[in-house]
């Protein structure tokens, strides 16, 4: 894309300046530096492992609702977790129907994706709002396993940083603002 293109776009998030400099510049090196690490195919095959679980936050509305029937006696405060991760993988696909921000073109991808816009990741914002929620229930293996996902997206090839960084951001809030009513929910 042109500059002169960039400036108009919403907010101005894809593409890169003429110089390859400021934020643009950076997430496009990122992106093409951690796509680079995919040649490996051990790493590759875990990149496309944990987005295809990641896709549509299923793994982690089946880890919400598994624990949900184990975990009998805080049913209510996992389906809560659950509740608020989904409703923030929502959100963040509102947000890229908004924003429109086309995923990167310069790096080939390793996984085929539902929809052509990047920004906010909604891998990373199931995946953040997933580890907090999930966290706050005891859950130590959520947030580790959300950085993977979050990081597999960068060695895909199909988000940019900022897309990732945004979309964790808006998972982790969402779901750090029902916190309260998650816990709620392990006592009623």
Do not use: N
Request: proline share 5%; glycine share 12%.
């Amino acid at each position: 894309m042109d500059d002169l293109h960039d400036l108009h776009h919403p907010l101005g998030l894809h593409g890169t300046d003429a110089h390859g400099t400021g934020l643009r510049g950076l997430d496009h090196r990122i992106v093409a530096s951690l796509r680079g690490c995919g040649a490996d195919p051990r790493v590759a095959g875990a990149a496309r492992a944990l987005s295809r679980a990641g896709e549509h936050g299923a793994l982690w509305l089946a880890a919400g609702l598994t624990a949900a029937a184990v975990d009998r006696r805080r049913r209510r405060a996992w389906l809560r977790g659950t509740a608020l991760t989904a409703g923030a993988h929502a959100v963040s696909m509102g947000v890229k129907r908004v924003v429109r921000r086309p995923r990167p073109s310069h790096v080939e991808p390793l996984v085929g994706t539902v929809g052509r816009h990047s920004f906010p990741s909604s891998h990373a914002t199931s995946a953040a709002a997933a580890a907090v929620a999930f966290g706050a229930l005891g859950a130590p293996a959520a947030a580790p396993l959300a950085a993977a996902v979050c990081l597999s997206r960068l060695v895909a090839g199909v988000h940019y940083p900022s897309d990732v960084a945004a979309g964790a951001a808006l998972g982790a809030l969402t779901a750090r603002l029902g916190v309260r009513w998650i816990k709620e929910g392990a006592h009623g």
